[in-house]
């Protein structure tokens, strides 16, 4: 089973930027991958998936224009930058990797899921 383990997360002031990281143990260089977020008190949501290669991307409405998803699949590791950070970003930020979906599927992910990074957003 591919491991995966999210880091980057913190406090940080509204209007900045934080940069989330994604290590797999493996085997996920030819699955999409995607970004999902837990707000207190919501449900999961998703924010973002990348193709297995990186050229085509799905970014929640949300988020478009603040959030760039990318990935290297030499280093097994994908990314999440955000700027311009808003409050309501507050959320634990999860990663998934699913060898069956695409891009445009990935938001109905239902597989298991890492320990997550807190990012809080401060006003």
């Known amino acids: 089973q591919v491991q995966l383990v999210e880091s980057g997360g913190g406090l940080v002031q509204a209007g900045g930027s934080l940069t989330l990281s994604c290590t797999t143990s493996?085997?996920?260089?030819?699955?999409?991958m995607a970004w999902f977020r837990q707000a207190p008190g919501k449900e999961r949501e998703f924010v973002a998936a990348?193709?297995?290669?990186?050229?085509?991307?799905n970014v929640a409405d949300s988020v478009k224009g603040r959030f760039t998803i990318s990935r290297d699949n030499t280093k097994n590791t994908m990314y999440l930058q955000m700027n311009n950070l808003k409050p309501e970003d507050t959320a634990v930020y999860y990663c998934?990797?699913?060898?069956?979906?695409?891009?445009?599927?990935?938001?109905?992910?239902?597989?298991?899921w890492g320990q997550g990074t807190q990012v809080t957003v401060s006003s």
């Open positions: 998934a990797a699913d060898p069956q979906k695409t891009i445009w599927t990935m938001p109905t992910y239902r597989g298991s």
């Open positions: 493996g085997r996920t260089s030819t699955w999409a």
């Open positions: 990348i193709s297995w290669s990186a050229v085509s991307t």
